[in-house]
């Protein structure tokens, strides 16, 4: 199978997940998770016609941008340092894992020193997993209200990553708590916060996030496979 023919096989899973859970298929975006992907293959995959792409290390991030030739839009989705940040600022229009306030502080300053503005997601550790990042349930709230203030950042939603299951309906029930969270935190009303990304599901679990209300899915392995690694 060709990265084109996967991409195609991925876009109709998430169309026809989308329309089970009664949504246009539009209202969710495919981002292609390039870790550890070579840049010749992220301009192959944009040359299909994906131009969202996910990267989760800083280094690679900037040394692969600058050989992808193709006209492409760059998400963070792995866990950022904040002495790296500096490194993608400008690079990225989102950031998916902003989990404590002191990150969101130096996205802030380094955007705003371009004049520009961020986008971020919240991440959300539902599971409470020590081997993960994302704020608690429990501190979710106050650390949105204290990155509402900063002027550089726009919190659009949240993100999360559940426990690695083979069942993908044994993950359900994090995806669901995630889009509970998002519309308490929406009925908060706090100025200039929107609960529009739900930034979760990943190549073995997808389509259940769909359901659940997943608007970004981060799909690496379905896209480029096992086989394909870094040149």
């Not at 800083?58 to 040394?63: G, H, I, P, S, T």
């Not at 300053?109 to 020590?130: F, M, Y």
């Amino acid at each position: 199978m060709t990265i084109a023919d996967n991409l195609k096989t991925v876009l109709e899973r998430i169309g026809s997940a989308a329309l089970k859970a009664g949504r246009i298929p539009d209202s969710v975006r495919l981002v292609a998770v390039s870790k550890t992907k070579a840049a010749y293959l992220v301009n192959e995959a944009a040359r299909c016609g994906q131009r969202l792409f996910g990267e989760n290390y800083v280094q690679e991030l900037v040394a692969k941008s600058k050989d992808v030739t193709e006209k492409v839009e760059w998400h963070f989705i792995g866990h950022l340092q904040s002495n790296k940040v500096r490194q993608i600022a400008g690079l990225v229009t989102t950031v998916h894992s902003v989990d404590r306030l002191s990150l969101a502080e130096e996205i802030d300053r380094q955007w705003g020193k371009l004049g520009l503005a961020c986008d971020v997601l919240i991440e959300v550790n539902i599971a409470g997993e020590e081997t993960k990042s994302g704020t608690t349930a429990s501190a979710l709230l106050d650390l949105v209200r204290s990155v509402a203030l900063l002027p550089h950042l726009r919190i659009r939603g949240l993100m999360t990553m559940p426990p690695f299951f083979d069942d993908p309906e044994a993950a359900r029930p994090y995806f669901r708590k995630l889009r509970l969270m998002a519309e308490e935190i929406s009925a908060e009303g706090v100025p200039g916060v929107e609960m529009k990304e739900l930034s979760m599901g990943m190549s073995g679990d997808f389509e259940t996030a769909i359901e659940e209300g997943a608007t970004l899915v981060r799909v690496g392995t379905a896209i480029f496979g096992e086989r394909w690694k870094q040149i």
